[in-house]
């Protein structure tokens, strides 16, 4: 697929796709919208240290980075695996330039995660060890029992259709432990009743700027 960087509100870029007429992330906030919905009410809501964390969609890898951020900052040993079936172009990494948003230096890091190959653990930092994995969700095999936080960060459900279905909702709860995180920005209800149909207790969440509402689910 072809990319065009563009600029969202609060400054950070994302990625838009022509082809699919989407965005990686939200125009009303890149960064914005993965501390919200990721972040705050995803990892820093599941009290476990060591922390396993799976990602749908690497993307730009700027969920990754903003766990990495906060498992150094909170000496918090961090496992996060993440799934991508078309990585992106160096170029286009570059062109993002997340390394710049912070305050702190975090650009190594960035290019560190992207440099990292793929289907092997890697060790990013001191508290962060990143498991790329390049492949398709739709026949990946999961282990069971092994996740504490699901990102589930793939395209909206009107453009990848196939990723937001009962079968795989089942795998990824089969996949997560009791007690387990599951947060994505869509607050459709055909994908709450899904969730909870794949035993997560789910809740309705003030949404990032742009969006009324997220979901939110806690694995029985």
């Known amino acids: ?16 796709v022509p082809e699919m007429d989407e965005q990686y992330h939200s125009v009303n906030g890149a960064l914005t919208e993965s501390e919200h ?30 766990t990495a951020i ?18 992106l172009e160096d170029k286009e990494v570059q062109e993002l330039d997340y390394g710049k948003l912070f305050e702190i230096p975090v650009t190594n890091l960035f290019e560190k995660m992207h440099a990292a190959p793929w289907n092997k653990t ?36 009107d453009k990848q259709p196939k990723l937001w279905t009962p079968q795989i909702f089942n795998r990824l709860g089969s996949a997560c432990r009791s007690g ?10 055909v994908v709450r009743r899904q969730l909870m149909n794949a035993g997560f207790i789910m809740e309705r969440l003030p949404g990032p700027p742009g969006k009324r509402q997220m979901l939110r689910g806690s694995k029985v």
């Open 1 to 16: 697929m072809k990319h065009r960087v563009i600029t969202t509100a609060d400054g950070s870029k994302t990625l838009y």
């Open 180 to 189: 387990a995180i599951f947060v994505t920005y869509s607050a459709k209800g």
């Open 122 to 157: 890697v060790k990013i930092s001191n508290f962060f060890t990143l498991y790329k994995v390049k492949a398709d969700l739709t026949d990946f095999d999961f282990e069971e029992n092994m996740y504490d936080v699901i990102y589930f960060d793939a395209f909206g459900p």
């Open 70 to 87: 906060k498992a150094d900052e909170l000496k918090r040993h961090t496992l996060f695996a993440s799934i991508e079936k078309h990585p």
């Open 37 to 66: 919905v990721f972040l705050n009410n995803g990892y820093l809501h599941h009290p476990a240290n060591p922390v396993s964390v799976f990602e749908v969609g690497f993307g730009t890898g700027l969920n990754a980075l903003l």
